[in-house]
């Protein structure tokens, strides 16, 4: 035989029904009640609609005026405050499944963010502390600010999940954590920037990401590099963590030697010019700003001097020259193609070969 099953109502039965119950049967009026309880008359009727509970006193007044134990009276009080608690974590428990909507679970499953778990509790209590709290409305107050100060430059075209960017923040926020930073230093970073340019000519990302982590580390900005989920159409981002600390973060979305590049340069121009409070967040997809236009212009001038700006926009069109070019301003020619289709010195489909592009993260 199966087990029997308790039987739990998706309501919750106030003692005043019972009440109510008992005056109608007794046509009794509320006003009637009240008086034999020596209670107020609005006292009495939250009495009934159940806005105050019922204490050892009310429960021996009710017993001398409807009948029905004291012991009845305080279980009944006691049943009621219990499916009332019931309910709302059953009504909790809903939103928080509806949260677990909101962020690219399977995404963070597949990347390894987070274990995968068939008990929803479990999950959800995987991907809370993923994000460091202790609840989805904790979550919301947490994240909601960060979303709320970025720069976003969403096209209307784009979808883009908020869920998605913050999962994306977040693991970026964890993979930094290792890293020993020195406080931030403006200064030193102009200065290490100068440093990196030639890191653009190493063709494997093994072989200059240690350096570039490190360099930056020394200036006060860690690096993370992290895939994006679904719904997340970024390619870099910064903020301040800290007064002392910025996180650079880069996703290789295109996977090619000038863009990695010229997204690293933009990144590392909002930290240099622009407000240490704000979240920028770059995609190819997202609108412009008069920001993005001087972060964009500050790595196109780190990437090529303005010294050579003149020599860059009347090379000639073909391989051998734009080698010969690269090697002269000490960047991969890669990053020379992607300048010269940037001004429109070549077409988009032009010298493309020239680009070393970088296997995709695993």
Not at 123 to 149: G, M, P
Not at 197 to 223: S, Y
Not at 304 to 327: C, G, Q, W, Y
């Amino acid at each position: 035989m199966a087990d029997a099953v308790e039987f739990q109502p998706e309501w919750a039965s106030a003692p005043g029904d019972t009440i109510s119950d008992i005056l109608h049967e007794r046509k009794l009026s509320l006003r009637d009640f009240a008086t034999q309880m020596g209670l107020a008359l609005d006292r009495a009727n939250e009495l009934l609609t159940g806005r105050v509970t019922i204490t050892p006193e009310t429960a021996q007044l009710l017993e001398g005026v409807l009948g029905g134990s004291s012991g009845f009276w305080l279980a009944r009080e006691l049943q009621y405050r219990e499916d009332l608690i019931r309910l709302e974590s059953k009504r909790e428990i809903h939103k928080d499944k509806d949260w677990l909507r909101e962020i690219p679970l399977s995404d963070m499953v597949r990347f390894g963010w987070v274990k995968p778990f068939t008990n929803v509790g479990d999950q959800l209590s995987e991907c809370l502390r993923f994000f460091s709290v202790s609840n989805v409305s904790e979550w919301r107050e947490k994240y909601q600010t960060l979303l709320d100060v970025a720069a976003f430059r969403i096209s209307r075209a784009v979808m883009i999940q908020p869920g998605a960017v913050v999962a994306w923040l977040r693991q970026g926020e964890r993979q930094a954590s290792s890293i020993i930073w020195k406080p931030w230093s403006a200064v030193s970073l102009r200065r290490a920037l100068e440093q990196i340019r030639p890191l653009t000519w190493r063709k494997d990302p093994q072989l200059f990401l240690p350096e570039l982590v490190n360099r930056c580390a020394e200036c006060g900005v860690a690096i993370a590099i992290v895939r994006t989920p679904a719904g997340c159409p970024a390619s870099g981002a910064t903020w301040f963590v800290s007064s002392e600390r910025a996180l650079l973060l880069l996703s290789f979305r295109y996977r090619s030697d000038d863009h990695f590049w010229f997204t690293f340069f933009h990144e590392a121009g909002h930290l240099l010019l622009h407000s240490n409070k704000a979240l920028f967040l770059e995609g190819a997809e997202m609108d412009s700003t008069h920001e993005e236009e001087e972060a964009d212009h500050f790595a196109s001038n780190v990437l090529i001097p303005k010294d050579f700006m003149e020599a860059l926009l009347h090379i000639n069109p073909n391989s051998r020259d734009v080698i010969r070019f690269a090697t002269r301003v000490g960047v991969a020619p890669g990053v020379v193609v992607g300048q010269l289709q940037h001004y429109g010195r070549i077409k988009y489909t032009q010298l493309n070969f020239l680009k070393r592009r970088f296997m995709g993260q695993k």
